[in-house]
């Protein structure tokens, strides 16, 4: 396995711009290793009225006819997505960003299917899950070509040096923040233009979102977040037991003393009363960028 890892180049460009894409990093039989994986999870969202701990439903899901726009924790559900964030080669994409210990804290596959995929509106990770430093990412694995109309993950250089954004709307954690505060920085934002196979990897603190799949295009995403291993959650990515944190230690070695640096901080409390995913919690928000499937 190819596990050449990143380039000094390539470790300057994602801390000054905050965000770095690998062009064709898998191969053609690990893709279809990750899309099998994938068919098979979805067709269990057959005959479902309801979201559950696996399937994150469009609001235009019906039973009949099952629109799925995340499956949640996939990492849990199917070997192949475990298998994929402890591999060599994902490994050697990680380490030279975050050191040598890293631990994972969730996975998620946002489907975004052709013609309806939801949107996501622009957010900051970090709003959802800081931590007691920032060396916190998010790794995003391409299952289909990334296009300018298949709602392509866009991002907005360098804002990880900036604040930490406002994400409340109506005195509850809405998980977006209000688009006219931050009109000037949607300006500025880069689209993730890249075929199947590649990665991204952008910081907790980079502002990101992604339109409406207009296409005829499915356009399949799946991420993972990572962090150094000393990077405690001060919200979010809590754990039941330190064998549970533990677990999730990707390489190296867990560490008990967590590693302070003075990074800004909202806390993201209180909680909308549906909040299970970011798609529920952006629906408080009043003032929507993206257009929303009908
Ligand atoms: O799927 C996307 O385009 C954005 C994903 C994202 O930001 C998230 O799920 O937190």
């Given at each position: 396995m190819d596990t050449?890892?990143?380039?000094?180049?390539?470790?300057?460009?994602y801390r000054q711009e905050g965000y770095l894409v690998v062009h064709d990093v898998l191969a053609a039989e690990e893709l279809d290793r990750l899309r099998a994986a994938t068919d098979e999870l979805l067709a269990g969202a057959q005959g479902l009225a309801d979201n559950t701990a696996l399937y994150d439903l469009e609001d235009t899901h019906t039973p009949d006819e099952p629109r799925v726009r995340r499956l949640k924790?996939?990492?849990?559900?199917?070997?192949?997505?475990?298998?994929?964030?402890?591999s060599p080669k994902v490994l050697a994409l990680l380490t030279p960003l975050l050191g040598p210990s890293v631990r994972m804290h969730t996975s998620k596959l946002n489907l975004k299917s052709a013609a309806y995929g939801a949107p996501v509106e622009w957010h900051q990770d970090w709003a959802f899950y800081p931590h007691t430093n920032d060396d916190v990412l998010a790794m995003g694995v391409l299952l289909d070509d990334f296009v300018p109309d298949n709602g392509p993950m866009m991002v907005v250089p360098r804002t990880h040096f900036g604040p930490i954004h406002d994400h409340h709307h109506g005195g509850v954690f809405a998980g977006a923040i209000d688009p006219d505060r931050i009109a000037g920085e949607i300006d500025q934002a880069v689209p993730l233009i890249a075929k199947a196979g590649s990665i991204t990897l952008h910081h907790a603190r980079l502002i990101h979102g992604s339109a409406l799949n207009t296409s005829n295009r499915a356009r399949t995403f799946l991420l993972y977040e990572a962090m150094a291993a000393d990077a405690w959650p001060l919200a979010g990515g809590l754990f039941g037991s330190l064998e549970e944190f533990d677990e999730r230690m990707l390489c190296g070695e867990p560490s008990l003393q967590p590693r302070m640096t003075a990074v800004p901080i909202r806390m993201p409390f209180p909680k909308a009363p549906e909040s299970a995913s970011l798609y529920q919690s952006q629906k408080y928000m009043a003032n929507r960028f993206f257009e929303v499937a009908r």
């Open positions: 050449k890892g990143l380039s000094p180049q390539q470790v300057d460009f924790l996939p990492h849990k559900h199917h070997p192949a997505f475990a298998d994929l964030i402890r």
